[in-house]
């Protein structure tokens, strides 16, 4: 099992590092995204690798070298000669290779040389598909990743998300024993929202004050450092101040005319930050499920951040809202897509007379509908919309999920299962 090393000997397994080594496996080259301090440099070292005597590198016991672009000789050397930095024998991991796209290519021409399995793990804090400086895809050379921060799970050192694939696997008629026999520990949601899912704010430190001053100290760093390498951006404050109005528009449609008049933004400048804020993994676009039968849908997508304590951070709120909640079922749910061999979509459903579910995961052919409510008594009619959703997608809708925070787990009808969002992520 892939593993990572947080602080204080504290062994906390990641739930993509299975689906990691299976790509290794098979793969010349893995590529690693994610938003900075997920940790992703963590995850690429515990291969196993010891220091080693050159310039920066580390190599492990079969061999594979460690390089980080974080350090300004590699950095300059992939600028001077990127194929003498890739030309060495053996497997090599390159930490940060967003910093110089154009080693992509000569990653590319030694794979092309000599492929064979394993050969590049690659980590970026962006996507790489995404940057307009990247024109090397390592299209049928390189499998994609993404760390997202840490799942409640993999923050108590379980190493999963939550109980997704299992209610996947099984009927739905076996939903409710396994809801009720999931382990899952009870706490309250609003404190895990504070603390989010980076691994630092998330597993050492212990006061809000504490973590505002990490969050401080990671929001300048991507101003100044992280976004400046994606894009040359002169208004930092006029950033800043877009960051924050969307931090406060979390789990609404996104509008991208309105956020920019917010924040006295041109549309097609607020719709270039936000697409930025995407490329860095710092905000996720939920799309609409558009499958029309009967009702005309909202296309728009939902906007929700990567990590809720940066979120809160951002807009300045120490209340979390029930939108928080949802953003937590969502990490969740993402953590679970990307482990996965079967690829998942996670979607949004909304009728323009205004029925709507949360989220709707779509995976061979079936739909699973998911409801999020912060309420600790579950009503019939909170499960309104989800029967709306399943009448009108008959046969390819799956029982629904009403997600809550109370401790009750029950058929609140014959297709529509309330639990506590504990017992499930």
Request: aromatic fraction near 6%; glycine fraction near 8%.
């Amino acid at each position: 099992m892939i593993i990572i090393n947080i602080m204080n000997n504290r062994i906390l397994p990641r739930a993509i590092g299975h689906r990691l080594q299976d790509m290794i496996r098979v793969m010349p080259a893995v590529v690693v995204s994610g938003a900075r301090q997920t940790g992703k440099s963590t995850l690429a070292r515990s291969f196993g690798q010891v220091e080693a005597s050159s310039g920066g590198a580390t190599s492990d016991h079969g061999g594979r070298r460690y390089l980080s672009l974080d350090d300004l000789d590699v950095l300059d050397l992939a600028r001077r000669d990127p194929g003498a930095l890739v030309r060495r024998a053996g497997p090599i991991t390159i930490d940060e290779v967003q910093r110089e796209p154009e080693l992509l290519r000569a990653v590319k021409r030694e794979i092309d040389r000599h492929r064979r399995p394993g050969r590049f793990l690659l980590t970026g804090s962006a996507n790489l598909l995404l940057m307009s400086r990247v024109s090397e895809s390592l299209a049928g050379r390189a499998s994609y990743l993404t760390l997202w921060p840490m799942t409640r799970r993999e923050q108590t050192g379980l190493g999963r998300c939550g109980v997704w694939e299992r209610l996947f696997e099984a009927s739905d008629g076996e939903w409710l024993d396994i809801v009720s026999e999931s382990g899952g520990k009870q706490e309250d949601w609003r404190a895990l929202a504070l603390r989010g899912g980076f691994p630092v704010p998330a597993v050492h430190l212990d006061t809000t004050q504490d973590r505002a001053i990490w969050f401080d100290g990671y929001v300048q760093t991507y101003l100044e450092r992280d976004l400046q390498a994606l894009s040359s951006i002169a208004g930092l404050p006029d950033f800043r101040r877009l960051m924050r109005a969307a931090s406060l528009g979390l789990g609404r449609l996104v509008n991208q005319s309105r956020l920019g008049r917010d924040v006295g933004l041109k549309q097609p400048t607020a719709h270039r930050y936000l697409n930025l804020l995407e490329t860095s993994y710092l905000l996720v676009r939920v799309p609409a499920y558009s499958v029309n039968r009967t009702k005309r849908l909202v296309k728009s997508p939902k906007l929700y951040w990567g990590d809720t304590g940066l979120a809160m951070h951002l807009a300045q709120e120490d209340e979390p809202r029930g939108a928080h909640l949802e953003n937590l079922v969502l990490q969740d749910l993402l953590v679970w897509r990307d482990s996965r061999s079967v690829r998942a979509e996670v979607l949004h459903w909304r009728a323009i007379t205004g029925e709507e579910v949360d989220f709707v995961i779509e995976s061979e052919g079936r739909l699973l509908p998911i409801e999020v409510k912060a309420t600790k008594r579950p009503r019939l009619a909170d499960a309104a919309h989800l029967r709306t959703f399943r009448a009108e997608y008959g046969r390819a809708a799956r029982s629904s999920l009403l997600l809550h925070g109370g401790e009750s787990v029950e058929w609140l009808t014959p297709e529509v299962l309330a639990a506590p969002w504990w017992k499930v992520i």
